[in-house]
């Protein structure tokens, strides 16, 4: 299917620390791509890179094409969990999600509780995201990341403070979409979720 992801030479310092080494890699379109590596060898550094949310020192990020930082600022079709979601916890979990809907006008608040129930969540529920487990704010954060039905989803950690019944659904849920032909970068300290997951592992 080719590469819906392409990095050229990448470099990211941050004073003397070097995150990113002129990293040269493809990511093939319709497949789970793993991101391994200790805290702090740049997994989450490149997954900002690559959604556009911060920019490489050196080198060429190429989206579907378009050259991050240069053709597009932020590429669109992206859904992503990077770092721990960030919400408004005095509202429920719908609201927040029908909140972003509405600012972005894409979708309808049906496909709010499709997501919801998706990952899930009950949409009916009136409990604050102030209140939610871990757990539950991560299963929210991967609703709003399918939310708009993106063809690439950018997942840093999506399995943080799920229980093992929780992380079992994550794993159906994320093959599920790569048979519908979404690409996912998935970053985990888990090597039971990349070898059952994953495609190629980088």
């Not at 969990?81 to 894409?106: C, H, M, T, V, W």
């Not at 929780?166 to 159906?172: A, D, K, L, N």
Request: glycine share 12%; proline share 3%.
């Amino acid at each position: 299917m080719g590469a819906i992801i392409s990095l050229r030479e990448v470099t990211k310092r941050f004073r003397e620390t070097v995150a990113l080494d002129k990293v040269t890699v493809d990511f093939e379109a319709g497949k789970i791509h793993g991101i391994v590596g200790r805290n702090g060898s740049g997994k989450t550094v490149l997954m900002k890179c690559v959604c556009g949310l911060m920019h490489q020192d050196a080198g060429e990020i190429l989206v579907r094409g378009q050259r991050v930082g240069k053709d597009v600022d932020i590429p669109q079709g992206i859904g992503a969990i990077i770092e721990a979601p960030g919400f408004l916890p005095n509202f429920s979990g719908y609201r927040n999600l029908k909140f972003l809907a509405d600012i972005r006008r894409q979708v309808g608040k049906e496909r709010v509780r499709w997501a919801m129930e998706t990952v899930g969540l009950d949409p009916d529920s009136p409990k604050h995201v102030g209140k939610y487990s871990l757990g539950m704010r991560q299963r929210l954060g991967l609703a709003q990341a399918i939310l708009e039905d993106p063809d690439l989803l950018i997942l840093d950690e999506p399995m943080n403070g799920l229980d093992k019944r929780g992380v079992e659904e994550m794993r159906r849920l994320l093959l599920g979409l790569r048979q519908e032909g979404k690409t996912i970068l998935l970053a985990s300290h888990s090597s039971e979720d990349i070898a059952l997951l994953c495609d190629t592992v980088h």
